[in-house]
């Protein structure tokens, strides 16, 4: 079957620009050299690990995804980055002491060799963060002029066929969408007269559509998906997706939230309570911080529920996420989720969830998924919203006056059935009727 998009080839090298060589920075790119060097293996990973239906169930059909759709090979990836520290990206994961001393140490010749560009920081939007490695300028417009220099040197320095930007850095305090995010003449002012409201994670998505590269905004920022970058990613064709990787305990709500609707099942309240160590942690302890991913959060529940259509299910729940920061966790966070739900004839029950998860653990192969697929999707010309990659993210980009799609099940089922698209195979729809008559007729 012919293939309805065109699809370049995946040629010559992938420049993966990290925003951010922290936690997950690290051990996204220490996960991608152990793994080439067959020292572990892409666990979580879609691309690397997930398979894909095609046609009927009687066909057999069902190939890896790498290698039914032209994605970038591991070996093809090329890593850089920006970071408020000067640290190596050795001295970053020993840091963060999210991968063990032996797998750090495997690579170690592979991340000392990775020292982190200047960043563009304002301590403004990340209140509990400062370090030195920051750069100047006069304005907001020069700082991100900066970073398209940036790219652009990196891109030629290292031979890279192509680049993605990939924000793995720290939440910024919240900001609302304003009249300064309409249009691209108004921002590019506010960018030169300094205004409060565009913030670092804007200049670095303004400074990607400006280099031609896709960008993935994994925290909650309000970045990518402000009106003016989002219509000139759609302009230029080039890919955006975001906000805030999904890992932890809004992936367990993605999951269970689908199987209570499915089930007609009501709920009256659902708690959640998190304690987490890391540098996410400390940043979260910041309320302006704490507000922007609570809304991310927040945001699950609703458009999975719809209590809009089913009020005597849903119309009178309630919903509180509280984050702690607890330096002796590290990296390992802990969520508890109290749910409190009934059934027929409204009788009360109970669901516990006790979740012991490692943050970056999850979000590494998120990253990297999502660094494959922006880069297909680029070269299959798809600008603008990814909204296919909803899968991926806790709060995902969306059109104005569009809900987004949270049920984790539909998400995976428009992500494979983009995939069946754009290589030209028929879409699947499950309903399955055409089997029966098949086998009655045998």
């Known amino acids: ?12 090298k992938l420049g993966v620009l990290v925003v951010g060589l922290g936690a997950v920075g690290t051990t996204l790119i220490g996960g991608v050299h152990l793994i080439r060097k067959g020292i572990a293996k892409p666990i979580g990973s879609v691309t690397q690990m997930g398979t894909i239906r095609l046609g009927k169930r009687t066909d057999n059909r069902t190939p890896q995804i790498k290698d039914f759709v032209p994605l970038a090979k591991l070996d093809d990836l090329v890593f850089g980055g920006w970071d408020i520290f000067e640290d190596t990206a050795y001295e970053a994961a020993k840091h963060a002491a999210v991968l063990s001393n032996e797998h750090i140490d495997a690579v170690k010749t592979e991340l000392q060799a990775l020292r982190p560009m200047k960043a563009v920081f304002d301590q403004n939007y990340v209140r509990r963060l400062n370090g030195p490695n920051v750069k100047s300028g006069a304005t907001k417009y020069d700082l991100a002029m900066q970073l398209v220099d940036d790219i652009k040197t990196f891109k030629e320095k290292n031979g890279c066929s192509r680049i993605v930007v990939l924000w793995a850095a720290s939440t910024e305090t919240f900001i609302r969408v304003g009249d300064i995010h309409r249009d691209l003449k108004t921002f590019e002012a506010a960018m030169k007269s300094n205004h409060a ?8 998505c303004w400074a990607a559509l400006q280099a031609g590269v896709p960008f993935i905004n994994g925290a909650p920022n309000l970045s990518a998906d402000v009106p003016c970058l989002y219509q000139l990613a759609k302009e230029r064709k080039i890919p955006v997706c975001g906000k805030d990787f999904k890992t932890g305990q809004t992936l367990m709500k993605t999951i269970l939230a689908p199987g209570l609707k ?28 704490f507000k922007t991913k609570e809304e991310s959060k927040l945001s699950v529940l609703d458009t999975i529920l719809r209590p809009d259509q089913f009020p005597d299910l849903y119309g009178d729940y309630t919903h509180l996420v509280r984050i702690n920061y607890y330096p002796p966790r590290g990296d390992n966070k802990e969520g508890w989720d109290n749910i409190d739900i009934f059934g027929w004839l409204g009788y009360p029950m109970q669901i516990k969830v006790n979740f012991l998860c490692r943050d970056s653990i999850l979000a590494a192969p998120v990253a990297l998924d999502l660094v494959l697929f922006n880069d297909l999707a680029q070269r299959a010309g798809m600008g603008g919203i990814q909204e296919w990659l909803s899968f991926f993210f806790k709060s995902p980009m969306h059109l104005e006056g569009l809900y987004p799609e949270h049920d984790l099940f539909i998400q995976q089922i428009k992500m494979k059935n983009t995939l069946r698209y754009l290589m030209g195979e028929t879409l699947i729809t499950h309903l399955g009727v055409e089997y029966y008559d098949y086998f009655e007729d045998r």
């Open 1 to 12: 079957m012919e293939h309805r998009h065109e699809i370049a080839p995946a040629e010559g």
């Open 197 to 204: 409201d565009v913030a670092p994670s804007m200049l670095y």
């Open 262 to 289: 499915a089930r007609m099942l009501g709920l009256s309240g659902w708690f959640s309570t998190n304690i987490l160590g890391n540098r996410d942690g400390e940043v979260l302890d910041d309320p302006g911080s």
